[in-house]
């Protein structure tokens, strides 16, 4: 008996390519990064999923620190930033030699201050 082997040929397939519904950077069955639905933030929030991290980062932190920094500016200076605070600090700490290798208490130290 003969047996007869048929060679299959393999089919070629058409296949379409559907980019991304939010542009290039995003998953196929979800919005980008978290944005879902409507809102009143969500072209802003589909923008900023696309952007630089610099940008989308960098910009909202600077100007949150900008506006945190706002009552500071109208305040005075705390008490431990006066000058005869640190003075008197300064010598305490000479006193008690804290850090006598490189720092308040070193010989190098004790030559530049003008402190007694």
Same mark, same amino acid.
């Given at each position: 008996?003969?047996?007869?082997?048929?060679?299959?040929?393999?089919?070629?397939?058409?296949?379409?390519?559907?980019?991304?519904?939010?542009?290039?950077?995003?998953?196929?069955?979800?919005?980008?990064?978290?944005?879902?639905?409507?809102?009143?933030?969500?072209?802003?929030?589909?923008?900023?999923?696309?952007?630089?991290?610099?940008?989308? *980062?960098?910009?909202?932190?600077?100007? *949150?620190?900008? *506006?945190?920094?706002?009552?500071?500016?109208?305040?005075?200076?705390?008490?431990?930033?006066?000058?005869?605070?640190?003075?008197?600090?300064?010598?305490?700490?000479?006193?008690?030699?804290?850090?006598?290798?490189?720092? *308040?208490?070193?010989?190098?130290?004790?030559?530049?201050?003008?402190?007694?």
């Amino acid at each position: 008996r003969k047996t007869l082997v048929v060679a299959q040929i393999p089919t070629m397939v058409r296949v379409f390519y559907e980019p991304p519904p939010f542009g290039v950077g995003t998953d196929l069955n979800r919005s980008g990064y978290g944005v879902h639905g409507g809102g009143l933030f969500k072209g802003l929030l589909e923008r900023a999923s696309k952007m630089r991290p610099i940008v989308s *980062i960098g910009v909202p932190v600077t100007v *949150i620190f900008m *506006i945190a920094s706002i009552p500071l500016m109208f305040n005075k200076l705390p008490f431990s930033m006066d000058p005869e605070y640190q003075a008197a600090q300064r010598a305490y700490m000479r006193y008690h030699n804290m850090n006598p290798i490189f720092g *308040i208490s070193s010989k190098r130290a004790r030559a530049m201050d003008a402190d007694p």
